[in-house]
T-cell receptor, first 116, second 115 residues
Framework: SQKIEQNSEALNIQEGKTATLTCNYT??????LQWYRQDPGRGPVFLLL?????KEKRKERLKVTFDTTLKQSLFHITASQPADSATYLC???????????????FGTGTRLKVLA | GAVVSQHPSWVICKSGTSVKIECRSL??????MFWYRQFPKQSLMLMAT?????????EQGVEKDKFLINHASLTLSTLTVTSAHPEDSSFYIC???????????FGEGSRLTVL
């Protein structure tokens, strides 16, 4: 079955630097992969979606890459700020449910702390 | 982004009572909603897929009689934890699937504490 691996250890970086988070999956390559941000005690917030035929996607200070050969996605935050401190979750489609909708599998997330 | 409203955000109840959590998609019609459970420092665990107008599809190991899901309209899904026990204490999160874009929009979550 599909498994997602994210570094469970917290990532601490200095303000202004680029944070890079890794998401590896073990089985089939999904049609698309998503990244979410989750703050403590809150629901995840959608950030970016990248399709299998896209190598890279950008949104403001965020950049996501998707390498289907390596079975890996990288999530970058440039010019990081203390407000970027949160847990970042990687998600990809799992098997289709009986309704035909894809179910999403989430990684455990990586906690990012940006130090002022 | 789209807005999904979840209510209540936290609830404390006595063991043996039932608790209902509502999930509303405020600005798009969601034929499919998902219910997740999350333990501290763990990932989201999918409990069930809620489809408007039909029975929910539960994941393996999730008791359908314990966690009743109703998706009566395109904008509302409810999760009822029946005869709650302390081990049901958790953070429950719903999400609405926007098929057009493939995005999932999450509610703010509901913290359930069963005494």
């Amino acid at each position: 079955s599909q498994k997602i691996e994210q570094n469970s250890e917290a990532l601490n970086i200095q303000e202004g630097k680029t944070a890079t988070l890794t998401c590896n999956y073990t089985n089939y390559s999904p049609a698309y992969l998503q990244w979410y941000r989750q703050d403590p005690g809150r629901g995840p917030v959608f950030l970016l979606l990248i399709r299998e035929n896209e190598k890279e996607k950008r949104k403001e200070r965020l950049k996501v890459t998707f390498d289907t050969t390596l079975k890996q996605s990288l999530f970058h935050i440039t010019a990081s700020q203390p407000a970027d401190s949160a847990t970042y979750l990687c998600a990809l489609e799992g098997p289709r449910g009986t309704s035909g909708t894809y179910k999403y599998i989430f990684g455990t997330g990586t906690r990012l702390k940006v130090l002022a | 982004g789209a807005v999904v409203s979840q209510h209540p955000s936290w609830v404390i109840c006595k063991s043996g009572t039932s608790v209902k959590i509502e999930c509303r998609s405020l600005d798009f019609q969601a034929t499919t909603m998902f219910w997740y459970r999350q333990f501290p420092k763990q990932s989201l665990m999918l409990m069930a897929t809620s489809n408007e107008g039909s029975k929910a599809t539960y994941e393996q190991g999730v008791e359908k009689d314990k966690f009743l899901i109703n998706h009566a309209s395109l904008t509302l899904s409810t999760l009822t934890v029946t005869s709650a026990h302390p081990e049901d204490s958790s953070f429950y999160i719903c999400s609405a699937y926007r098929g057009r874009t493939g995005e999932l929009f999450f509610g703010e979550g509901s913290r359930l504490t069963v005494l």
